[in-house]
């Protein structure tokens, strides 16, 4: 049983009670029971998905892309290849193959869940257009039609009839898996507030810094890249790229062209992470060697032991040379990533300056604006005018009248207050006395109780005596 057999039937929706219709020609009930064929389709699809982002799919290139844990395998993750050996990996000796999987990439066509690597590539809209228009309706003759189904699909024939079709080798880009790489990568750019400079790669290093992006245990491919950068690039403009030098768009506004200052900045921040990856290696091969020297001389065997001194001086000299080095490209990147933030800011000035020279111009000098803020005063003082003209002119109100019957609100306003204090008080006492009556009766009972008591202890001690008495007798 392959790996991707094993991660397909791990899925929820590939229970084992799931097998016989999954494994079906589930095609034929497209119209007889739609909402079954569905569940089949979105079932499959989600899983050749899922394992395509895990590394589990047969590269296109026929490598097996079974995950490692060194995470050096390259395995295609951005693409599906529908053909035999597909169809043979997810072979069960059950079930057999799965019979209606060309129907589950017709859906997936037609959902734009997955396109044509060869229309993905040279229809820019192919992601954007409803349905899948993937053929302009101009051209819809039956030669050019004939023509697009042998050079284009070739072998996905849609809609021929109700059976599944068959798989002939077409390759699939996996939007889901494209769009979810390229989020990660655009958040993990921008989402560190990164200089002018730190926008800028070289494609090799890139590659080297996202090869894992989306799965850690194994690499996207050469063809997953190829296919990502003309995302970036075309479809979602968040990077400039030549095909050398990506440049990430911190906005809509970037500049979409590669200049020289961003060629040259990529090549040193390649070289200097090639450097600082051969100075790992020297100081790696220099303890090595340190300890071989060691082992040598313990052992008696001097001739070792003066080979390895010499080679781990030259490994000494070697790592010296590109410590210097190193420490002279970062000093030129540093003054690089200075006169472009210097760049930046004088930008920033320069526009700050035009939009206040544009703004005061609106205004105008000094003057004009002593003069309106007078005019403004002359208006508010002719506003405060009316206002009082208007007051004077408005009807009068005798004070006394108000005194007298803010008098009057404020008595009955006491008088309900005394009243609702009186009532309170009155319910207060009427509990008391509730309580002080309950108290006497509980005392009462007491005491007959206790009187009870003491008369039957009595009347009984009583009996005893007569009782004895009469025995005595």
């Known amino acids: 049983m392959s790996d991707l057999l094993n991660f397909i039937l791990s899925q929820d929706a590939f229970r084992k009670n799931r097998l016989p219709s999954l494994y079906s020609d589930f095609a034929i009930h497209r119209k007889t029971n739609p909402d079954g064929y569905a569940v089949n389709v979105a079932a499959w699809e989600q899983a050749l998905t899922k394992a395509a982002k895990n590394g589990y799919i047969s590269s296109s290139r026929g490598q097996v892309s079974t995950p490692s844990k060194s995470a050096n395998r390259k395995s295609d993750h951005l693409l599906l290849r529908a053909d035999q050996s597909l169809l043979r990996d997810l072979e069960t000796l059950e079930w057999g193959q799965p019979v209606a999987l060309g129907a589950v990439f017709e859906e997936a066509m037609r959902n734009r869940a997955m396109i044509?690597?060869?229309v993905y590539r040279t229809n820019p809209a192919?992601?954007?257009?409803?349905?899948?228009?993937?053929i302009d309706p101009g051209v819809l003759n039956p030669w050019n039609v004939m023509s697009w189904g042998l050079k284009t699909l070739k072998g996905v024939v849609v809609g021929v009839d109700e059976s599944s079709p068959g798989l002939q080798g077409q390759e699939f880009v996996i939007v889901e898996n494209l769009k979810d790489t390229a989020e990660r990568i655009v958040k993990h750019v921008m989402g560190q507030s990164p200089s002018h400079t730190d926008l800028v790669y070289s494609k090799e290093r890139f590659v080297d810094d996202f090869k894992t992006v989306l799965n850690q245990d194994s690499e996207l491919s050469e063809v997953d890249f190829d296919v990502l950068f003309l995302y970036l690039?075309?479809?979602?403009?968040v990077i400039a790229y030549d095909g050398k030098t990506i440049k990430f768009r911190p906005s809509n506004d970037a500049p979409r062209e590669i200049t020289q200052q961003d060629s040259t900045v990529a090549s040193i921040k390649a070289l200097m992470a090639t450097m600082t990856?051969?100075?790992?290696?020297?100081e790696k091969k220099i303890s090595e060697l340190n300890l071989t020297a060691k082992t040598a001389l313990q052992n008696k065997n001097r001739i070792s032991a003066l080979s390895a001194v010499r080679s781990k001086k030259l490994?000494?000299?070697?790592?010296?040379?590109?410590?210097?080095?190193?420490?002279?490209?970062?000093?030129?990147?540093s003054?690089?990533?200075?006169?472009?933030s210097q760049v930046e800011y004088m930008?920033?000035?320069?526009?700050s300056t035009g939009a206040l020279r544009g703004l005061n111009a609106q205004i105008g000098d000094a003057t004009k604006v002593e003069d309106v803020v007078d005019e403004l005063r002359d208006e508010m003082s002719k506003v405060d005018e009316i206002g009082n003209i208007m007051n004077e002119a408005g009807p009068q109100v005798d004070e006394a009248e108000v005194d007298e019957e803010l008098e009057e609100l404020e008595n009955k306003e006491r008088q309900a207050r005394e009243e609702a204090e009186s009532e309170e008080t009155r319910q207060k006492l009427a509990q008391l006395d509730s309580l002080e009556q309950k108290a006497k009766e509980t005392a009462r009972t007491t005491v007959d109780q206790a009187l009870d008591s003491e008369l039957e202890d009595r009347l009984s001690r009583m009996s005893v005596e007569e009782t004895a008495g009469t025995a005595t007798q």
């Open 116 to 118: 044509p690597l060869q």
């Open 126 to 134: 192919s992601l954007r257009k409803p349905q899948w228009g993937f």
């Open 233 to 237: 690039s075309r479809d979602s403009g």
């Open 277 to 282: 990856k051969q100075v790992d290696n020297l």
């Open 315 to 333: 490994a000494e000299r070697n790592l010296q040379q590109r410590l210097d080095t190193l420490v002279q490209l970062e000093e030129v990147y």
């Open 335 to 340: 003054k690089i990533e200075q006169a472009a």
């Open 347 to 351: 930008q920033v000035m320069e526009a």
